[in-house]
């Protein structure tokens, strides 16, 4: 059995698709059913990768290794599954592989066009996440706004498969009501357009997510079932909530994952839901009372708090994730190490903070600050936590301040450095000379051996762990042996090929760098073990 759920925005960008996608294939998990998400963007980028983070958000690497969107991300936390590449496609992913197929005769001759032959290949590749992860029923969610030229071919997609499947097939358009401030009333004539627009494209709505500030009310939800041509108990209320964990509750509320069953032509295969364990963890999101203060510290360009939550949604969520668990509350400083450059004794304005984070990055800017953030969290027993380029940095910094090697650098940064304690390996320099950027780095889950007696050992409580990894350059063994006698701890290497995956700083609270990324390893049900041990460690610091 395969059925399909489009979802689709209208009206604007950003109204919260990811988030109702996964939220409506979690509630159809509760109900028994197995359930995945698919995204389709419409641009014409291959990956995520190579675009820019500050523009497009994260780029979210999954299992085996693909580079995609963010809204990946909220798929698997909500979902609590690894989602694999088959679920991700772009337009320029789409596009390349007809092309592909027509350079190798595949299309005996014919004439290739982009209909029928661009939405068939859209098709072909949703059925093919569904039969890979062998779900019944497949959320697909569709980038972008009705209305525009780029998604239209996933809307051609998508009404070809209603038309060949009518009773497996449901749409969901998820749309933004104004209540602008001089009328003082929420408004449907936008969503009305935004309806009547996919009906343009041979689609009609059957459920309408209404985002607003507020509740639907009944005048409303009327309007909308006579314009919108709905039933109108199939016009859903999607008022902002504090948290986004929360939406699969109201919907819950609302009967949604029932009446698309009903749409589906299907029945709950459980009695009841069982959304106990999310509840209670929700709850916890409200009933936290103490704080924890946790900088994140890193090169960032004068974007506003929205940008940088969006370029650092995996590890934002992962450390509130964490933090919620243990009844905490987080509060994020954003924090960029350009400054201590300019200001040596600014970098004392750290001292305020719980914990200290450095994510991932790339290239030369703010560097000197990070390493000067790594040396004073060191120093001064900061619980410090390093993602990928975080950990890179505390080698330098280890380096350059303990093992007296004053020019130790990354060849990232200086190619020519007499100590490249962070070097490139051979494969990787070759792509880079060839200019191959797209999707070449070292990707996804790789095996790491962790050492007993290590707090990556206590934090895991066992010894062999899968992380994700997107990055060229990697610690040089040459220096491991050094390192190890200056007192540096390596907790976590990877048995196949003998790289150093952890470090740590002995006599420390929490000093632990990891070569991976393993905020895309975080679910809301089951935090990421070192998120949880970083955390503990930091509200241990801030009870002092
Ligand atoms: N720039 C570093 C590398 O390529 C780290 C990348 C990252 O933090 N994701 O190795």
Known sequence: MRKYIFVIGGVMSSVGKGVVSSSIAYLLQTKGYRTTAVKADPYINVDAGTMNPVEHGEVFVTEDGDETDQDIGNYERFLNQNISRANYMTTGRVYLSVIE??????????????????????????????????SEITIVEIGGTVGEYQNILFLEAARMMKMRK?????????????????????????????????????????????????????????????????????????????SIYEEPLLFEKQNVGEKILKKLHLKSKKSSSNLSHWTSTVSKIYSAKRNIKIAIVGKYFGTGDFTLAD????????????????????????????????????????????????????GSRGIE?????????????????????????????????????????????????????????????????????????RLGAYECK???????????????????????????????????????????????????????????????????HPEFKTRFLSPHPLFSAFIIASSKSSSK
């Open 450 to 516: 962790l050492a007993k007696g290590t707090k990556a050992f206590e934090a895991y409580q066992r010894q062999t762990i899968f992380e994700r990894h997107r990055h060229r350059y990697e610690f040089n063994n040459d220096y491991r042996d050094n390192f190890e006698k200056h007192g540096l701890v390596i907790s976590g290497v990877n048995p196949q090929n003998n790289l150093v995956e952890i470090i740590e700083i002995k006599n420390h609270p929490f000093f632990v760098g990891v070569q991976f």
């Open 101 to 134: 197929r027509e350079r190798n005769l595949e299309y005996a001759g014919k004439c290739v066009e982009v209909v029928p032959h661009i939405p068939q290949e859209i098709i072909n590749r949703i059925e093919k996440a569904a039969n890979a992860s062998r």
């Open 166 to 242: 009518p009773n497996d097939v449901v749409f969901v358009l998820v749309s933004y009501l104004p209540i602008p401030s001089a009328v003082g009333e929420m408004k449907t004539k936008p969503t009305q357009y935004a309806a009547r627009t996919l009906n343009g494209a041979g689609i009609q709505a059957d459920f309408i997510i209404c985002r607003a500030e507020k509740e639907l009310d009944l005048p409303r939800r009327e309007k909308l079932a006579t314009f919108c041509a709905i039933d109108k108990d199939n016009a859903i209320s999607a008022p902002d909530l504090k």
């Open 311 to 362: 370029s650092y949604i995996s590890v934002i969520e992962s450390v509130k994730i964490a933090c919620w668990h243990q009844n905490i509350n987080p509060k994020f400083s954003w924090i960029n190490s350009e400054q201590f450059e300019k200001d040596k004794q600014s970098i004392q304005l750290l001292r305020e903070f719980d914990g200290i984070i450095v994510p991932g990055g790339f």
């Open 369 to 441: 600050g990070i390493i000067m953030t790594c040396e004073y969290a060191r120093k001064n027993k900061i619980p410090y936590f390093g993602l990928c380029y975080g950990m890179q940095i505390a080698v330098i910094e280890f380096a350059r301040n303990v093992a007296g090697l004053t020019k130790a650098n990354t060849e990232e940064i200086d190619p020519k450095s007499p100590d490249p304690v962070i070097h490139i390996m051979k494969e990787q320099k070759e792509k880079v000379l060839k200019k191959d950027y797209g999707g070449s780095m």
